[in-house]
Nanobody, 124 residues
């Protein structure tokens, strides 16, 4: 059974940083691309960042250029999202997801398994 456990969310002031983690189990982690999505209240879930199986290829939403960094540790079966210069509009529940292929992908339909989400609130 695929399990994805996201953690690291919390309350942070504008301009602050957080690092999200997602621990994976139940599948061969380094066979699959992974991604982060987020969903704000009343809005659709949106792509944030994706990474291919090796970590050598990444992609980002246009809303987070240069502020967020996705990475992975295949030895630890863990996906990360380093978030810097956080803004109030980054407030959302953040979800990690397992891709259907080894590639990095930005499309919701390309992800087949989802974690439970971790809340990120950016507020002063």
């Amino acid at each position: 059974e695929v399990q994805l456990q996201a953690s690291g969310g919390g309350l942070v002031q504008p301009g602050g940083s957080l690092r999200l983690s997602c621990t994976a189990s139940g599948f061969t982690f380094d066979d699959y691309g992974m991604g982060w999505f987020r969903q704000a209240p009343g809005k659709a879930r949106e792509f944030v960042a994706g990474i291919n199986w090796s970590g050598g290829r990444t992609s980002y939403a246009d809303s987070v250029p240069g502020r967020f960094i996705i990475s992975r540790d295949n030895a630890e079966n863990t996906l990360y999202l380093q978030m810097n210069s956080l803004k109030s509009e980054d407030t959302a529940v953040y979800y990690c997801a397992k891709g259907s292929t080894a590639d990095s992908n930005r499309y919701y339909s390309s992800y087949g398994s989802w974690g439970q989400g971790t809340q990120v609130t950016v507020s002063s």
